[in-house]
């Protein structure tokens, strides 16, 4: 399906070139106005495998590297045109660093290296506005582009075996969604300043060589040169809003003539107006007017029917939560596995696991969750609440990066207020240092 998309690329460019000549019949140029449309770009710039719009990266260190692209555009209209893009160069990423959360990347595959063999797509452009609406050339305008296309890519991965090829040396083909927003600068009738940043959707998990349920993302951020083809203005910047002199005197002429006419509907209106007022009071404010109100007393605030009478509104059914034994079981396994740096709030790996347990449980069930942080009497006062509440806090953060719902889980730290056993002894004390969870 895929390979049948790329293979109809040259037609939709052939397409371009069909679409060019019909909409010459419709151009908003005058026969005497000869206007550039068609025009090729080249660019450069910043190649990164993220997307700052959301979702979970694979790697916790994206590095940023160099991409190269060029495209062939058609403009249909002032505020409309298909470009046919390509680009090239390299995305890496590595797990030399922690995530801005805390968490430590735990992931089998160490770095990956991936070579951006090209990417292919047709997109559709749309200029949003130009700077200046009453002028007929702007020299600045805002676009935004979507489309789809194909990219072929190679991903090599480095693991504690080695470093290898993700797909044994040969090119990964996948469906592209790219989604930008641009700012383009005209130097001359034949040159364009062009900067743009695009986020671009890949259909598949294997562009940087791991798997992690959850589709990839990478943008592409870069500035370059436009070449306008062919004599005259460029119908891009070409601005048909903008009113000449003699639209707006005859404007104004044709505006003093209805004068007298609108003035006249002023009246009728005012009439209209209140004979409509009359029909549709409401002296109770009911939502009903008068005329058809059968209750027209109701007190102010009551929920009332189609005739004016108050509404019989069923009663809300609470949705009874059950915890069982089991449930309590995976809890106070994850309570009793659940360890963290000394003096840290950073989760030790092999707590892991049950934290896993837990969170499936909030998802399967949709239960909420009360994370509750306490310390023992080593310290200031104010160093253990903010210790305790850091932990709390960071077993959430890992709750919620594994698929449960925020908004059902509430953390707090108590510090060293609440102790369940002496701090007289070292046995007390760690009893004392703990993160309570409870279901409900």
Known sequence: MKLQLFKTLPVALAGLLIGSVASAQESPATATTKFRTWSIGVNAGVLTPLSPLGGKNDFSNNRSNFGYGLYIKKQFTPYFSLRLDGVRGKLKGDNTEPYESGLVNNSPVKSFDTQLSYSGSLNAVVNMFNIDMFKKENTLQLYASAGAGIAAYEPTITTASGTKSFSGGNDIQELIIPVGLGAKFKISDAVNLDLGWTINFVDGDNLDGYYKNGNDKYNYAYAGLEFALGSGKQLAFHNPVALTYDEALKAKQTAEGLKSEL??????????????????????????????????????????????????????????????????????????????????????????????????????????????????????????????????????????????????????????????????????????????????
């Not at 002023?266 to 002296?283: F, H, P, Y």
């Not at 009793?336 to 892991?352: M, P, Q, V, W």
């Not at 305790?388 to 953060?397: H, I």
């Not at 709750?399 to 002496?422: C, F, K, W």
Request: charged share 30%; net charge positive.
């Open 263 to 440: 003035n006249a509907q002023k009246a009728d209106n005012a009439k209209l107006r209140s004979e409509l007022n009359d029909i549709l009071k409401d002296s109770d404010g009911d939502g009903v007017a008068d005329k058809l109100d059968k209750c027209p007393d109701t007190p102010a605030g009551t929920v009332v029917d189609g005739s004016g009478c108050p509404l019989k509104t069923p009663e809300k059914v609470v949705e009874k939560v059950i915890v069982t034994e089991e449930d309590r079981k995976v809890v106070n396994e994850a309570i009793k596995n659940l360890e963290f740096d000394l003096g840290k709030a950073t989760i030790r790996s092999k707590s892991y696991a049950s934290l896993n347990r837990v969170a499936a449980l909030l998802i399967q069930k949709n239960f909420s969750l009360k994370l509750a942080g306490h310390t023992d009497n080593t310290g200031s006062k104010e160093l253990n609440l903010r210790l305790s509440k850091d932990r709390a806090e960071s077993v959430k953060a890992y709750l919620v990066s594994q698929g449960a719902n925020a908004s059902r889980i509430e953390a707090t730290g108590y510090g060293m207020g609440q102790p369940i056993a002496t701090n007289k002894t070292a046995a007390g004390r760690q009893q004392n240092r703990r993160v309570e969870f409870t279901l409900y």
